[in-house]
Structures are given as structure tokens and as C-alpha cells.
């Protein structure tokens, strides 16, 4: 089957290599992101779905909007039979989707109807979800509400940050994207409507909901933490600086349970607190530093108990 292939971050890399590897499936072209600036020199940078592409000699065309009059003609000129979509950044316009002959199957990275929108692993995460998983669907207007091809679950471990669970589901995602795309071919799969019942959102992520709410109680504050690493990042402030910390680990406080915010400074630790018990830092990236132990942080920065993070 000839497919063209949208996606743009490294989460969408193992669908593209799956699809490239398949002897049943020819990708014909390659849609991402425009290249964007990044490091010191803020030099432009390919994404990782393009330099994939890049290397397997894929064309790749990165329209900044797919509206744009040259993206039809250039799907046109590809004749694709069907188009697949994976984290690529962007709504595929109305005037695109019925172009490909079986239309565009879109992995998703939640059980749907559950987690619709932009960060569905960050939301499930937050929300406290044992379970979550991957779809594949058929696009349609709506934002993920098309039907279902199928449907893989995963357990959310206790310390999976989005980082740890997106890893695993890239991976599964994959094989159950290529195995859509297969049954697709052969005529075996059909996709079913989905529940009306269940529905929830998952909007895009800024870096104001990954601050840090220390007068929430610890739970809360473990479950932030971890559905913002590594991106955008966790943060709070000392002094006005702002500073990023990894997973944090509630603890039962040693004598008096301190006020939200608050650290507790020992030799080898450093707590904070919330609005129930405190919780134990793992590292700390202050601006223009790397990532240490919060120890190291505490005992560099001249830190005493009492001093307060906002």
C-alpha cells in the first residue's frame, strides 16, 4: 500500500522506521514540521521524522499550514492509497482527508474516547489513570472522535513521567499502527464508532501548567511533576529564579509538617511541603545549570530550613 506518513516528533520515529521496514507498505512521502530553531545558536534543525525520512531518501515537504495550495498537489502527485499520522502537530484540513483512497488512520496515544486532544499521556498521568494505551483511528473533522480500527492497553507504573510511558507506547503504537494499515489492505478491519460514554479532554500543555502548586495536597503534586518530564518540565521558584525538578517521592515528615512550600534541608535531602505531607526532591536544574542532586543544590545555593519555593 503507498502511504504518506505525517508526524514530526521522535515519539512518531519507530511508526515511520516500522513502515519503512514493511515489505507490504511503500511510504511514498513524508509531511512535518517546518524546521525549527534549537540550541545556543538557535540553528534550524530538521525533526526527527524528517532526518528519518532524510535518510531513507522519502521525499519530505514542512508546509507551515496544510491548507497551503502546494500540499494538495504534492499528495496528488504522490498517489497515496492511505495516510498515517502520528503526533505530527497539526489538524489535516477537510480538503485533505479524502484524498488518500482509504483516507488517514491517526495513532493515537490514549484509549478512545478517553484523553482527546493535544497530550493525552501528560493527562492521563495527572489524573491519576492506572491504565492507558493507543488507538488507531480514521480521521475525520471532529478532534479524535473517528472511528476505531484498534485498540492496545498499557499499565501506568507508579514512577512513569510522560517521558518513560510515550517511550513504551511509541513502541506498541507502532506495531498496532502497521498492523491497522495491514488489515486495511486485506480488507479485514472495519472501524466501529466510538462510545459516546467516556469522553475526556487532554488540551495542549503549556509552560504555566507545569508550575508547581505546593498548597496542593502531595498526591497531586507527585502526579504534576511527572506528567510534565521532560517536557515542558516541572518548575518552580526561588528568589524569582525559576527552577526545574524532576519526580518527587511523598515522605512522612520528621516533627513538624511544614507549610506548603517549605523546605526541609537535611545532609542528604531536601523536602518540600505541600498541603499534606511533604515531598522528597530527586534533582534540580537551576537556570543555566545542569540537573543535580537536590542535596548538591541545597548545599551549593547555601539553603537553610524554612526557605520558601513558590
Known sequence: MRVVFAGTPEVAVPSLQLLLDSPQHEVVGVI????????????????PVAALADEHEIEVITPRRLRDPGVLDRL????????????????????????PTHGWVNLHFSVLP?????????????????????????????????????????TIAATD????????????????LRD?????????????SQSAAGVSHAPKVDVEDAR?????????????????????GAWTTLDDAR???????????????????????AKKSVDV????????????????????AAADWARGARLDDGTTVQ
Do not use: N
Open 76 to 99: 496528488r502527485a504522490w498517489h497515496p492509497d492511505c495516510g498515517a499520522v502520528v503526533a505530527y502537530g497539526g489538524l489535516v484540513p477537510p480538503g485533505l482527508l479524502e484524498l
Open 161 to 176: 513521567t510522560s517521558g518513560d510511558l510515550l517511550g513504551r507506547l511509541s513502541k506498541a503504537g507502532a506495531q498496532l
Open 114 to 154: 478517553a484523553w482527546r486532544g493535544a497530550a493525552p499521556v501528560q493527562a492521563a498521568i495527572a489524573a491519576g489513570d492506572d491504565v492507558t494505551g493507543a488507538t488507531t483511528f480514521r480521521l475525520e473533522e471532529g478532534l479524535d472522535t473517528g472511528p476505531v480500527y484498534g485498540v492496545i492497553t498499557e
Open 273 to 292: 511541603g505541600t498541603s499534606t505531607v511533604p515531598v522528597r526532591l530527586s534533582w534540580v536544574q537551576p537556570p543555566g545549570k545542569k540537573a543535580m
Open 212 to 232: 508547581v502548586r505546593w498548597d496542593l495536597p502531595a498526591h497531586i503534586v507527585e502526579r504534576t511533576i511527572r506528567a510534565h518530564t521532560p517536557a515542558p
Open 243 to 265: 527552577i526545574k525538578i524532576g519526580p518527587v517521592t511523598p515522605v512522612e515528615p520528621v516533627g513538624d509538617t511544614p507549610p506548603p512550600g517549605s523546605l526541609v534541608v
Open 32 to 47: 512535518s514540521r517546518p524546521d525549527a530553531a534549537a540550541g545556543r545558536g538557535r540553528s534550524l534543525v530538521r525533526s
Open 180 to 192: 491497522t494499515l495491514d488489515g486495511i489492505e486485506d480488507g479485514s478491519l472495519t472501524p466501529v
